[in-house]
């Protein structure tokens, strides 16, 4: 289904599945296409009568809910820039990304408005919560957004006097080049790139999951979304791409425990299933390995007449664990466990691994299930080139380079930071290692931008939170590592300052606690230590004196 521009597929689809369910809040309402637009046509003119013009910046900060995405589609249809912001930064993270990205409004969830404090963002012209059906004004600095919000009913009625229909729709018409969403990958203007991403790479996006989905979900079809929104992967391939093809996608609004999640599977039984490595593998090692580990199942196992007889009955569980509707479960945000990654191959569970990044909007590489190689995270995708940064491609690791249509635009504000990552010739430079083979499939070797990804999708960068630890007292090295969904703070601690400060081993454990939690009240919750590890030695360095962090990375805690 190709659509001449993005904000073309988005009215296409809304036309086309007018009486059609569209978005609700799992457990709560459920808002048809032609209930999307009304509201998105009532956005509008807030946007309009609050003088947020083309270009202009607005700002969306909350859980996933139905009104973040239709604030967020309104801001697109009307052609302002979207700037998604993760509700669980910090209140001062969110005060600095709105003012960093200069944008005119803010939308916010009502979990996150009572931690913030308007007057530290005094650039905004006004705030309207995201929480409520009428995006109620908290806070307006302008007469012109007080009046849009007091008006707002009466406007919609002399806009559309004789009722609102899909005829009356008429979206921004976006160009390829022009700037849609401002997507930060970090949450501290130290550290923060704002990403820009273009109409073409949303348009692109979409497009590569038409392609790869449309053979599997129907307009209609049930789409769970988990993952936030606010981050380029689950915005593209849990809730833009699902609405463009008329599915119908249910928002969890709360973090789901995976009692809770299993049983929204069963309820729902999505077509395809959008995941992050941690997610797969907390099921298989607390759901599938203890039984499979059994005397009488391993005996099986190694028994050629019954060996495939159980491998089903193990892959009908894991299938069954995820609503046993989906065609594949695609994985990607961060590198899958190995071990787990070969028993879900010989299972024959119908999984692939995807790669890419918030600057690609952010697909790079895929393959479809069936056609998957163990190991790798697929091929370029259209419109997209690949290279490997390398005398050997095939066999000496090199930085994995991507061009193509799905490419950012550049940094917001960042000169410097964009060309170190845009090269004069359009590539990448994703800082990312590895190699390919003959046929073009690509293998991670390395991660050289370190980061990790929470349980529900959540970046999360270990510099940020070692630069908060090695300031607290006796901490003299620091690397942050991850162990299924928990992190820990491995710790090296100066015999001669503990000498000085004449601790003994135990009242340093009690140091390095107080450390812990100090440092967990600083941090997001998704950043905080599970644990201070203590290390009796250095940290081994390279001879610009950097910490080798990958020889820590499988660190037993």
């Known amino acids: 289904m190709e659509c001449p521009s993005f904000n073309a597929c988005l009215q296409q689809s809304i036309c086309d599945n007018w009486d059609r369910d569209a978005l609700t809040d799992y457990g709560t309402q459920t808002y048809k296409f032609k209930d999307v637009a009304r509201i998105i046509e009532k956005v509008h003119i807030l946007l309009e009568a609050s003088g947020v013009e083309k270009g202009d910046k607005v700002a969306i900060c909350g859980r996933n809910s ?23 930064f910090l209140p001062e993270q969110i005060h600095d990304l709105v003012n960093h990205s200069g944008a005119k409004l803010l939308f916010v969830g009502d979990q996150v408005w009572p931690k913030l404090d308007a007057s530290k963002m005094p650039g905004l012209e006004g705030i309207f919560s995201n929480s409520n059906d009428e995006y109620s004004l908290l806070v307006g600095r302008t007469d012109k957004v007080k009046y849009a919000r007091e008006n707002l009913n009466r406007l919609f009625g002399e806009k559309f006097p004789m009722n609102f229909r899909a005829r ?92 809770v999640l299993l049983k929204v599977f069963d309820e729902l039984r999505p077509k395809v299933v959008i995941s992050v490595p941690l997610l797969i593998e907390k099921i298989v090692r607390k759901a599938i390995f203890p039984k499979i580990k059994a005397p009488a199942i391993r005996l099986a196992l190694m028994t050629p007449l019954l060996r495939d007889r159980i491998k089903m009955q193990i892959r009908r569980r894991m299938q069954r664990s995820f609503g046993d509707n989906f065609a594949e479960i695609i994985i990607g945000g961060a590198a899958m466990n190995q071990d787990i990654e070969v028993f879900l191959k010989g299972i024959g569970f119908n999984y692939t691994i995807g790669y890419g990044a918030t600057e690609c909007a952010p697909i790079i590489c895929y393959a479809p299930w069936d056609k998957f190689k163990q190991g790798s995270c697929g091929k370029a995708v259209p419109r997209m080139e690949v290279r490997i940064d390398s005398r050997d491609p095939q066999h000496v690791p090199g930085e994995i380079l991507a061009r193509g249509m799905n490419v950012m635009l550049g940094y917001y504000k960042n000169d410097e930071a964009t060309a170190a990552t845009l090269d004069k010739d359009g590539w990448y430079h994703t800082g990312d290692l590895g190699v390919m ?25 270990p510099e940020e939170i070692e630069d908060k630890l090695a300031s607290l007292p006796f901490v003299t090295e620091c690397v942050v590592i991850q162990k299924e969904e928990k992190l820990y703070g491995l710790v090296y601690t100066d015999p001669d300052e503990l000498k000085k400060a004449r601790l003994d081993p135990s009242e340093l454990a009690r140091v390095m606690e107080e450390n812990r939690q100090q440092l967990n009240m600083i941090v997001p919750a998704y950043a905080r230590l599970h644990a201070i590890v203590q290390m009796s030695e250095e940290f081994e360095k390279t001879p610009k004196k950097s910490i080798k962090r990958y020889k820590y990375v499988n660190y037993e805690v």
């Open 66 to 88: 139905v009104r973040w995405g239709i604030a967020f589609l309104a801001t697109l249809t009307h052609g302002a820039v979207a700037v998604p912001i993760l509700h669980e």
């Open 168 to 259: 009356h729709i008429c979206y921004h018409q976006d160009n390829p080049e022009e700037l849609a969403v401002l997507n930060y990958t970090s949450g501290t203007t130290s550290n923060s790139k704002g990403v820009m991403i273009p109409y073409r790479a949303l348009w692109s996006n979409v497009e590569f999951a038409h392609e790869v989905y449309d053979q599997h979900v129907k307009p209609g079809d049930n789409i769970v979304s988990i993952l936030p929104t606010a981050h380029m992967y689950g915005m593209a391939f849990e809730f833009l791409y699902e609405f463009c093809r008329g599915a119908h996608v249910s928002f969890l609004t709360k973090t789901p425990s995976p009692t």
């Open 437 to 461: 083979d003959a046929e073009g499939n690509v293998f991670i070797k390395g991660r050289s931008k370190n980061m990790l990804l929470g349980t529900n999708g959540q970046n999360i960068y």
